[in-house]
């Protein structure tokens, strides 16, 4: 069956395993959590549930009633659709809410130096104890074709069980695309994939090279319908956990991924306002946010 398919892959996930396991693990059980969410938000509140056509557009865009396959295995996701446009929707808003769960530890760090390290307080108790709060942050690539989805059998603790697995050509395209990128959360497609949208998703690919373009997938942060000055202030929702990650990664590898992220952020994030009509004040708005939080000089790099 030819259907829409992400390859999601954790950036950092193996640096995050070698130095803490329990980390690593809780950095999916995150990516859990907005997974059940959704789903519970799904069957308590439907999109059709609302009788405002815009209150149900909006709902629905925040749940994962698209999702035919959801198969997640180590820092690895397959995720397949069969409405491709309801699932780009559906695929960003993942992705932005899975950054948001943890974001607010970035952005206001008891340690700048170690944003992700976090003292939580369990209740009624009061106790303390220190985890850390890797980054869900996902690079992955994009496709459409042929996906057969089966069960096969498996081992755990040496006992049987049964397991899905899937395979087909658009899991092989996409696995392929994905190593295109290399830095940053960035979802990348071959060109002619965005054929399989309507015009309204059509406009938030951008692209990359002549034959590979990438979703704008924060773009989706932002309304379209909430007066623009309400959604030009969202900016912060996302820029200021990644600059609070970029800051702190500042002579390390990993670097080069928050850079990446941020100047993604400002493309979305103009991608939006073209589209909505506002360019300008977002292009003012984002050149105040990069001389104030990194630096007047990356300006013009970052809008590049």
């Keep these: 069956m030819k259907l829409v398919f992400a390859f999601l892959d954790v950036l950092g996930f193996s640096s995050y395993s070698e130095r803490d396991l329990a980390g690593a693990q809780l950095l999916l059980r995150h990516q859990e959590f907005i997974l059940r969410q959704k789903l519970n938000d799904g069957h308590s509140h439907p999109a059709a549930s609302y009788g405002d056509p815009s209150s149900a557009s909006l709902a629905e865009a925040h749940l994962v009633d698209s999702f035919k396959h959801f198969l997640p295995f180590s820092d690895s996701v397959f995720i397949a659709s069969d409405s491709p446009d309801k699932f780009a929707k ?4 993942f992705l932005i809410e899975c950054l948001q769960l943890v974001g607010h530890a970035y952005d206001d760090a008891a340690d700048p130096a170690r944003p992700e390290a976090v003292d939580v307080t369990v209740f009624p108790a009061g106790t303390k104890h220190s985890e850390h709060w890797y980054p869900p942050l996902w690079r992955g690539g994009l496709a459409f ?3 057969d989805v089966f069960d096969v059998t498996g081992l755990r603790d040496r006992q049987v069980y049964t397991t899905p697995n899937a395979a087909g050509p658009a899991v092989v395209k996409a696995v392929g695309v994905e190593r295109f990128g290399g830095r940053g959360p960035r979802l990348f497609c071959e060109r002619e994939f965005i054929q399989n949208f309507g015009a309204d998703i059509q406009r938030y690919f951008w692209p990359v090279t002549d034959s590979i373009s990438e979703l704008l997938w924060p773009a989706f942060l932002y309304s379209l ?3 623009a000055h309400i959604e030009l202030s969202q900016f912060h929702e996302l820029w200021g956990p990644a600059v ?10 990993a670097f080069e991924h928050y850079d990446e992220f941020l100047k993604l952020l400002v493309r979305s994030f103009l991608c939006w306002a073209r589209i909505r009509g506002c360019e300008q004040k977002a292009r003012d708005k984002a ?9 007047e000089s990356l300006i013009e790099t970052y809008f590049r």
Aim: hydrophobic share 30%; charged share 25%; net charge positive.
């Design 90 to 93: 559906q695929l960003s808003h």
């Design 145 to 147: 074709g042929e996906i």
């Design 225 to 227: 319908e909430n007066p």
């Design 244 to 253: 609070g990650l970029w800051k702190s990664k500042q002579g390390h590898k």
């Design 287 to 295: 050149r105040a946010c990069i001389a104030n939080d990194l630096s």
